[in-house]
């Protein structure tokens, strides 16, 4: 009975030792059964297990691959499509600046010609000003030459006195003097300014001795400078042997002036006709008063072209030149008479 019992425990703990498989077919084929032992079943589980659990660490591990891999291929795709973007940005960016580098080098090179003209245009305007300066210069200095060889050259005219007040730049201004101070060099810059200065201290001394000319151009008009006629002086203002009879001396007022019948006999200065017509021995006469005691007398003319109270000019036709009179030929018998003396008409001729 224990036998039984033993065996029976046995057989059950060696059944209990592997795990049976029946395989029953659809037909009435014979059932088959696989005996696999426990332990195999448990190692092929376990086998089947640690293989599934690879298997699926595999693909999530290729799939959390693929995920990464594919976020960094589109993160690389964002990059490259940034780093195109950056590189065409970068690329207007360079043209917009080129361009505008470009822009503002033209806008500077037609600015520098603008200011260039515009400096031009100021070196024209300047060099224009100071050559009318430098030429007003010269017509006050021509002026000035021309009222001084006409005062110069007039043996009785008086002194010219001062014609600048005290105080003045030009205390006392002579027309002996010549030109005014020279004025110091000036550069290019200064050089319209400075003729401006030395054109206004030109004007000072001009005015100034236009004043005074003012004051003496009476004098200066009527004075009797010029020549009756052109011709041969045949007898001076000194003693002489007598011309009709040719014995004896006497003395001759006048200078005698050679010229043909006819000849316009000019007024040697300006001034007031005092008598016009017949005078004896002079023949036909005209006497000039040309005012500070000076009076002037063209004798043995053919005819006269003035009358008494007549102004005449100096240079204008007052007589036709003749042979009337105590005369031994054609010609102009011409006296100066200052202060109511007799004196050499030569003194007075230019």
Known sequence: ????????????????????IMLVPHSSGKTRSLRIPLIAFYMVTCIVAATMLCFTSFV?????????????????????????????????????????????????????????EIIEGYEVYYKEKAEELEQKIEELDKAREEIYNILSKKPYLPKIMPVASPGERYETVFLSLGDPP????????????????????????????????????????????????????????????????????????????????????RATGGGRVIYSGWNTGYGYVVDISHGFGLVTRYAHNSSVLVKEGDRVSRGQAISKSGNTGRSTGPHVHYEVIQNGASVNPRRFFE
């Open 182 to 265: 020279a004025k110091p060099g000036f550069n290019m810059f200064s050089r319209y300014e400075m003729l401006s200065q030395e054109v206004e201290e030109w004007q000072i001394y001009f005015d100034h001795l236009l004043g005074e000319m003012v004051k003496i151009k009476p004098y200066i008009d009527n004075y009797p400078t010029a020549w009756p006629v052109w011709g041969k002086v045949s007898s001076e203002h000194a003693y002489r042997r007598n011309p009709f009879t040719g014995f004896g001396n006497e003395f001759h007022y006048g200078i005698d002036i050679v010229v043909p019948v006819g000849t316009n006999v």
């Open 60 to 116: 999530l591990a290729t799939n959390h691959f693929k995920s990464e891999a594919a976020t960094a291929y589109s993160n690389l795709e964002e990059s490259a499509e940034m780093n195109t973007h950056l590189k065409q940005e970068t690329r207007k960016l360079s043209d917009l600046l080129n361009i505008e580098k470009k822009d503002a080098e033209k806008a500077s090179l037609q600015q520098r010609e603008v200011y260039e």
């Open 1 to 20: 009975m224990l036998n039984n019992y033993n065996y029976l425990k046995l057989k059950r703990h060696k059944q209990s030792k592997y795990f049976t």
